[in-house]
């Protein structure tokens, strides 16, 4: 793509780099096929191509953000689709990173929006906040009809995400947890914020699912949310403030003892962790050490498939369907291992329809975009409902949040079922399905009598 920026312009590294970006696309369109917004609305401007027009129409001209710019900026979901489908290898997640930060420093939103942002910045990656947060909000669901009927219907889709959280969870307090026998491996995990609230049964499946291989987890003192959420938003000087004090956590740990890996089990955080050296690059105190952390962060089903899974000690005839996180499979480019993983442990694994297209979720994308989010939600429900699974496994709380509801395919982190298939309690929202599990000591007994008849 031919670009038209001045000399005086390209004096400013955030317009060089959007300059390199555009220049590698093409603009052959090949990115609408596989854009969620493209899909549904069908308007040229919530294409990754159309979008690319608006902000390069911005960038050159050196103009603030017009509403039209902003409009159709947010809703794109930042799900990386048209990158994977992407010939030219357009690096659109950090264009559009840059627009974000552009339209948040130069363009204002109605005073509704700006206070929901705030809100949402202030309460969601604050693990202690966002708990108390979610006690109100079950408290507050009977009013989600009047909130909508007053024009908040982003408070209403916080109620709904609100009212599917089961036990709302304590926060993972900072510590060691020793590994079960010899120790084979040292690592930091990575706890979240709104997973803890929302679903803490993640993090003690993965705690007991590392420990039972021999790797010690520790907990960071001073780490914390991993700047996603403000940095989707826009607010890029706060999610640098997130890294770096994330960096000086696990560089703390390792100038005791190195760490193998730093383990992420929220796709989006993983997603997040690994860009630190790029969000960093132009800090000379951090560039290093945050593309050292970078590089040894994993998401939790790279490292167990790293390190091989133990024998499952339970096995099943349950069908799940696998649902993979726009930050895992396009973010990350990671396809391969959680399906894998949950073979391994002796699930029928099977692929869920039009896989490549976002659920709705996005971080904060459900509540800033409810109408859109909702049809993408009863979109990707229907896909899984097409090939009758028992159960529905994923990787990223996000996702989890977004799909589970009341009277529906239960739906749960990969791990969790890891956990169970090797010897971990059995999730709550599998009880039902418990007794179509037999250990695998059983099987071998039962295989050993029939021999002997």
Excluded at 57 to 70: I, K, L, P, T
Excluded at 175 to 189: D, E, Y
Excluded at 359 to 373: F, M, V
Aim: charged letters at 25%; aromatic letters at 4%.
């Amino acid at each position: 793509m031919q670009t038209n920026f001045t000399a005086e312009q390209l004096q400013n590294p955030r317009t060089q780099e959007a300059e390199s970006i555009l220049r590698t696309c093409v603009h052959c369109g090949l990115c609408t096929a596989t854009c969620p917004t493209y899909v549904l609305l069908g308007d040229e401007r919530d294409s990754p191509r159309g979008r690319i027009y608006l902000m390069k129409d911005m960038f050159e001209g050196g103009r603030d953000a017009s509403n039209e710019v902003a409009f159709h900026v947010d809703r794109c979901l930042s799900c990386l689709s048209c990158m994977t489908t992407c010939p030219s290898g357009v690096d659109y997640m950090h264009l559009v990173d840059l627009a974000r930060a552009h339209i948040e420093e130069t363009h204002t939103r109605p005073i509704k929006e700006r206070l929901i942002r705030r809100m949402l910045e202030a309460v969601v990656p604050d693990p202690k906040r966002f708990a108390w947060a979610l006690r109100l909000a079950m408290l507050g669901k009977p009013f989600k009809g009047l909130l909508g009927f007053i024009g908040l219907k982003e408070m209403g889709a916080m109620l709904d995400l609100a009212g599917k959280a089961g036990r709302v969870g304590k926060v993972v307090e900072p510590g060691v947890i020793p590994a079960v026998g010899a120790r084979k491996k040292r690592v930091a995990l990575l706890t979240g914020c709104a997973q803890q609230p929302l679903r803490p049964a993640i993090n003690e499946a993965t705690i007991r699912l590392l420990t039972h291989h021999g790797v010690e987890v520790v907990i960071a003192e001073d780490q914390g949310c991993c700047g996603a959420l403000v940095h989707h938003m826009g607010r890029e000087e706060q999610a640098v403030e997130a890294a770096r004090r994330n960096v000086d956590a696990w560089t703390t740990l390792m100038r005791h003892e190195p760490l193998d890996a730093i383990i992420i089990n929220a796709s989006g955080c993983g997603t997040m962790v690994k860009d630190y050296g790029h969000l960093l690059s132009r800090d000379e105190g951090y560039r290093e050490r945050a593309e050292h952390i970078a590089g040894i962060t994993r998401d939790i089903t790279v490292f167990m498939a790293e390190i091989g899974l133990r024998a499952p000690e339970r096995w099943s005839d349950l069908k799940v369907a696998y649902h993979s996180a726009c930050s895992m499979q396009h973010g990350q480019r990671l396809t391969i291992q959680p399906r894998a993983l949950l073979e391994q442990a002796g699930f029928t694994v099977v692929d869920i329809p039009e896989g490549h297209i976002c659920c709705g979720s996005a971080g904060t994308y459900n509540i800033l975009q409810p109408e859109l989010a909702g049809e993408l939600r009863d979109r990707k429900t229907r896909n899984i409902e097409s090939v009758a699974p028992d159960l529905v496994a994923a990787g990223n709380i996000g996702c989890i949040t977004q799909l589970q509801g009341e009277n529906q395919i239960p739906i749960l982190h990969t791990v969790e079922l890891l956990d169970w298939a090797l010897g971990g309690p059995c999730p709550e929202e599998l009880r039902g399905l418990e007794g179509r599990v037999k250990s695998v000591r059983s099987l071998l007994e039962e295989s050993e009598i029939v021999e002997n008849v």
